[in-house]
């Protein structure tokens, strides 16, 4: 089932680096969500895009960069990684903003 | 603000037993509300979403509005249901996705 992937699925880095996580879709789908998952937090909305080209803030935001210039793919970049960034980040896509997300197998990123 | 609150973060019931698993809701308008569940070693995956009014695996889940809950019910747990389950609401724009923190149900044979 390729569906929705994710990688690298393990990821340490250094603060101060800039790491980029990639999520590929094969569904065409309009949607596509970053999450980060903590613990005490559930996961949180990073960034989501309505469709190619189109981005918009979450809740969580700030220190992350996304595009997406093609509609499979929706990397998300750190620019400049710090230890609180430490967390698992699960890519989604969907139909639309009111339907069912369906979730990558996640991203665990250490920042040292 | 915590839009989406579980009050539990554990949750440990006899297999057979009944189970429901808490979920609150923050929002003004109409959301749509889901329960996600994330088995062990496994994707997060939808169980069950209020509008298809469906129950999944025996579980079960009625809107509130009167009490903006969306509690999660199973009358015979199994262990095959221990999980980590997440309840989670849309709102009307793509940035109003949010999740709660999750609990952690455990079915003792």
């Known amino acids: 089932d390729a569906g929705i992937t994710q990688s690298p699925r393990y990821k340490i880095t250094e603060t101060g680096r800039q790491v980029t996580l990639m999520c590929h879709q094969t569904?065409?789908?309009?949607?596509m969500f970053w999450y980060r998952q903590d613990l005490g937090h559930g996961l949180r909305l990073i960034y989501y895009?309505?469709?190619?080209?189109?981005?918009d803030k979450g809740e969580v935001p700030d220190g992350y960069v996304v595009s997406r210039s093609k509609t499979e793919n929706f990397p998300l970049t750190l620019e400049s990684a710090t230890r609180s960034q430490t967390s698992v980040y699960f890519c989604?896509?969907?139909?639309?903003?009111?339907?069912?997300?369906?979730f990558g197998p996640g991203t665990r990123l250490t920042v040292l | 603000a915590q839009r989406v609150t579980q009050p539990e973060k554990l949750l440990s019931v006899f297999k057979g037993a009944p189970v429901e698993l808490k979920c609150n809701y923050s929002y003004s308008g109409s959301p749509e509300l889901f329960w996600y569940v994330q088995y062990s070693r496994q994707r997060l995956q939808l169980l069950l979403r209020?509008?298809s009014r469906e129950s999944i695996k025996g579980f079960t889940a009625d809107l509130n509005k009167g009490e903006t809950s969306f509690h999660l019910k199973k009358p015979f747990a199994q262990e095959e249901d221990s999980a980590m389950y997440y309840c989670?609401?849309?709102?009307?724009?793509?940035?109003?996705?949010?999740f709660g923190t999750g609990t952690s149900l455990t079915v003792i044979p």
């Open positions: 895009s309505a469709a190619a080209d189109i981005t």
């Open positions: 209020h509008i």
């Open positions: 989604a896509s969907s139909t639309s903003s009111y339907n069912e997300q369906f």
């Open positions: 989670a609401l849309s709102g009307s724009t793509g940035n109003q996705f949010y």
């Open positions: 569904w065409s789908h309009s949607y």
